[in-house]
């Protein structure tokens, strides 16, 4: 898909999406929204490429207390998302934010967007949204790389960072062991999730991230 206004909305419950590759997008890529004024729950986005995108990557976003819950992102592929725009900068990998819960982000590639790798907002949500945070590989960011906030709960187990201000965890309560390059202070116990996903390797998670087979332009990105 070549340099569009338009972006997949995810509105409803129970949606798969996999193996898509979007490039050059002016504005989101895929939002998952209940922006209808109705809850969505159980939805994956898996194995696509998301490259180039004037705002977000992948965005999930509730609405006007409609709440979004039991979201999965799974070896997605996120380069160099998020950039100028006339706010100054807008966007970046992936916004979890306005009333999102039981979030998952597992062996995602996360690689030179301008910040949000991903970002996790706990507002808006009873108790503070909950995710679980793992075998993702995060690099090459702008501004800084996961960051949990305002009252989300959740575990960060064996991801891999590079660069400055890895992983940030203020106003948030995390459990966070086994992580490569970022660290933070430790809820004593991980949160309880639901089929909690295993561990990847780091070499697994830059091979394999993103739509099969992987082409020439994920491939710049990633030997950039």
Known sequence: IERTRAHGDATTSNVIVRGL???N?????????????TSIARLVVDHCSITNSGD??????GHNGAIVSDVTLSWNYLAGNGGPCSKGWCGGGSLVKYGVTRFSAHANLWD???RRNPSIDGGLVRDGTLADVRGNGVRGY???????RDGARGNVVGNFFAGNRPLLTAGAVVFASGNEGGSAASAA?????????GT???AAV?????ARPTDAIDTDYRDV
């Open 21 to 23: 590759r979007v490039r």
């Open 25 to 37: 997008a002016v504005n989101d890529v895929i939002q998952i929204a209940a922006n209808r004024g």
């Open 56 to 61: 977000g990557g992948i965005d999930v976003t």
């Open 112 to 114: 030179k967007n301008l």
């Open 142 to 148: 702008v501004e800084g790389g996961t960051q949990l």
């Open 189 to 197: 116990a991980p949160f309880d999730v639901p089929a909690a996903l």
């Open 200 to 202: 990847v390797d780091r």
């Open 206 to 210: 830059v091979a394999s991230a993103g």
